[in-house]
T-cell receptor, first 116, second 111 residues
Framework: AQSVTQLDSHVSVSEGTPVLLRCNYS??????LFWYVQHPNKGLQLLLK??????LVKGINGFEAEFKKSETSFHLTKPSAHMSDAAEYFC??????????????FGQGTTLQVKP | DAGVIQSPRHEVTEMGQEVTLRCKPI?????LFWYRQTMMRGLELLIY????????DSGMPEDRFSAKMPNASFSTLKIQPSEPRDSAVYFC?????????FGSGTRLTVV
């Protein structure tokens, strides 16, 4: 069965410094992995996705993530944080293989705080 | 495309009343999902449909909850009778393959 673990419930960085949000996954087969962002009182927005193509995935707003099979990780990074990046971030794995219906399994979320 | 459309955006109701949440998925998407988000439990998948057929409703908390998808462009989530512990944000999402596109959610408050 698939699962995701977000290793930090809360991350605080200063504006202009790098962001690292950690995620480990467990999957029986080659997974599809995503990062979603949720700003306060908003819906969820797709940041980026990995679907077995390039292992370094670039997303919107300068975010990227690297799929590392040996470490079963899919950490989210950004070189320089902006105040508008303050939000909740979810690492997500999709039920895949032959039964791909788009069913998602969410991590518990990481709250990113950006200090001026 | 207008995206996934949910209504109402906010709902306040009294305990015991029936509540109906509505969702219009993106045209052409063949899967539809209902999620519930609370501070205590995070995001939970309640039920999902594939080609209008319910596939997995194991996340539906109890018999007070029911969901329907009468056609490819409309789904409802009904709670009857509602209870204060049902207060949450309910999201609908649709997909064609891997990527779920989410609606803006319905914030439900049961008093």
């Amino acid at each position: 069965a698939q699962s995701v673990t977000q290793l930090d419930s809360h991350v605080s960085v200063s504006e202009g410094t790098p962001v690292l949000l950690r995620c480990n996954y467990s999957s029986s087969y080659s997974p599809s992995l995503f990062w979603y962002v949720q700003h306060p009182n908003k819906g969820l927005q797709l940041l980026l996705k990995y679907t077995s193509a390039a292992t370094l995935v670039k997303g919107i707003n300068g975010f990227e993530a690297e799929f590392k099979k040996s470490e079963t990780s899919f950490h989210l990074t950004k070189p320089s944080a902006h105040m508008s990046d303050a939000a909740e971030y979810f690492c997500v794995v999709s039920e895949g293989g032959s039964s791909n219906t788009g069913k998602l399994i969410f991590g518990q979320g990481t709250t990113l705080q950006v200090k001026p | 495309d207008a995206g996934v459309i949910q209504s109402p955006r906010h709902e306040v109701t009294e305990m015991g009343q029936e509540v109906t949440l509505r969702c219009k998925p993106i045209s052409g998407h063949n899967s539809l999902f209902w999620y519930r988000q609370t501070m205590m439990r995070g995001l939970e998948l309640l039920i999902y449909f594939n080609n209008n057929v319910p596939i997995d409703d194991s996340g539906m908390p109890e018999d007070r909850f029911s969901a329907k998808m009468p056609n490819a462009s409309f789904s409802t989530l009904k709670i009857q009778p509602s209870e204060p512990r049902d207060s949450a944000v309910y999201f609908c999402a649709s997909s064609l393959g891997h990527v779920n596109t989410f609606g803006s959610g319905t914030r439900l408050t049961v008093v």
